[in-house]
């Protein structure tokens, strides 16, 4: 009785946990919270079924429960996992693990091991190589692999090629960063590298440029879905901020 009410204990504890974390991270909690608080099994069972499971697709990473509750104990399961049998899949699941951890020498040790051979060119690895590098300061670094990666479709609309921006800036490169930025301005889109966009015009002393930017961002919000405004909800509070602090943009 006592270990199978200790799993219950568990599992009514951590599963909802589990679900709250994950709701909040899709910007979908407005939606969920209140039915997993309400009934924790039952809520946490039909957050799992809906907005897991029957919306999985390639596109869509796989959610390691145990790695959102313990990435201490899901690092060392990888390890060990690493050490039983060296793979390219599994240096690169550890070396994920330690980039998303803040371990990022460790993961950028295990990314450059890893590319040899056939996956010398591997697009998943060179584009998180880019954000350790990014993460490190270690701009010259990231430009070159950020060439190989460039024509590639899926790379314009990446995380990676907005850090590319940024790196072309940190090394001095300004007119070409603000060519990538120009780059990922598509209306109802990219409201992170906008609002990046918008602090390097503010660097660079350009202040109703800067609000511009901040503004078209913030006219577009009210046409987003419920869903949309949450995901990019940090954007808008950002470029809400910076208008409020830099008393020049008002004139923009």
Known sequence: MFFGGGY????????????????????????????????PIIGSLVYIYSEILSKR??????????????????IKK????????DTFSNRVKLADAYL???????????????????FSENEHVLAQLIIAYYELQRYNEVIPIAKKLYNLPQFARSKAHML????????????????EF????GRYSYFEPRYQYGLFLLRNGRDKDAATIFTEMLNEEVHLSP?????????????KAELKKNPAMHSA
């Not at 219950?8 to 946990?17: C, M, N, R, T, W």
């Not at 429960?65 to 104990?73: E, R």
């Not at 998303?100 to 056939?118: C, I, M, P, Q």
């Not at 405004?229 to 950002?238: D, N, Q």
């Open 8 to 39: 219950f204990y568990i599992i009514s504890i951590g599963l909802p946990a589990f679900c709250v974390i994950h709701s909040l991270r899709r910007g979908t909690e407005g939606r969920w919270i209140w039915i997993i608080i309400f009934l």
């Open 227 to 239: 869903r949309e405004r949450k995901s990019a909800g940090k954007w808008f509070t950002l470029a």
């Open 57 to 74: 697709s390639f596109r869509s990473p796989n959610i390691n429960v145990g790695a959102v509750l313990n990435p201490g104990g899901n």
């Open 182 to 185: 120009k780059a990922m301005k």
């Open 100 to 118: 998303a951890s803040g371990f990022t020498d460790k993961a950028v040790e295990l990314y450059t091991a890893s590319l040899t051979g056939a």
């Open 78 to 85: 990888l390890e060990e996992q690493l050490r039983f049998t």
């Open 164 to 179: 590319y921006a940024m790196s072309l800036e940190n090394t001095g490169n300004i007119e070409l960063a603000e060519n």
